[in-house]
């Protein structure tokens, strides 16, 4: 088991220093209350349900907006479920998207049980290994200075696993119903008119 010594507001409130007009894909749980307490905008998409999904969320995103930054701050129970689409990031290789893993090796939604990276599993490897170019592992506020760096310079795709202390976020609970969050989302991204013929 890691050493887990970063306080995720704190990693949040660094990140953000950098977002500027980046879009965001919040996993399930955890981070969704992250971004929501750190930095809640219409540009948010919070992922309440689709465990496994943020990642693929994040990639489709960020192809459909080359010209927009993407990022997906999700966790590592959540990133273990869709760990395939490591693979389908890099053979897309899209230039504008950042995966942010807040790992503090437990799903805090279910009850706290430990997951596999408590056990030795790496995420950050096994985006290396799925062909993703930039990956970083990141045990300390030096490494998050790096991952703010990282983001704001490139290059990109990358992946940054994070790891955190196992404790409570700070529970800042947006909207739940989906409709709602998919059309805010849509407008913040094309405006109120496009969004519109796009529905």
Wanted: with cysteine; charged share 15%.
């Amino acid at each position: 088991m890691s050493e887990l010594k970063l306080e995720r507001a704190d990693v949040m409130a660094k990140l953000m220093t950098v977002r500027g007009d980046a879009l965001i894909i919040a996993g399930l749980g955890s981070p969704v209350w992250d971004v929501a307490s750190s930095d809640h905008k219409p540009e948010n998409f919070y992922l309440w349900g689709g465990m496994g999904c943020a990642i693929s969320m994040g990639l489709g995103c960020a192809l459909a907006q080359p010209d927009r930054k993407v990022w997906v701050i999700t966790g590592d129970g959540e990133a273990l479920m869709g760990v395939g689409s490591f693979a389908t990031v890099a053979s897309q290789r899209p230039a504008n998207l950042a995966v942010v893993v807040l790992d503090n090796e437990h799903y805090g939604e279910t009850g706290m049980q430990r997951t596999s990276t408590s056990h030795g599993a790496d995420l950050a490897v096994m985006a290396g290994g799925a062909g993703i170019p930039t990956t970083l592992a990141i045990t300390d506020m030096a490494g998050v200075d790096g991952l703010t760096a990282a983001l704001t310079s490139g290059p990109l795709p990358l992946v940054a696993v994070v790891k955190i202390a196992a404790s409570k976020p700070n529970l800042v609970l947006p909207a739940r119903d989906g409709v709602y969050l998919k059309n805010r989302f849509r407008q913040a991204v094309l405006g109120a008119t496009d969004a519109m013929h796009a529905s």
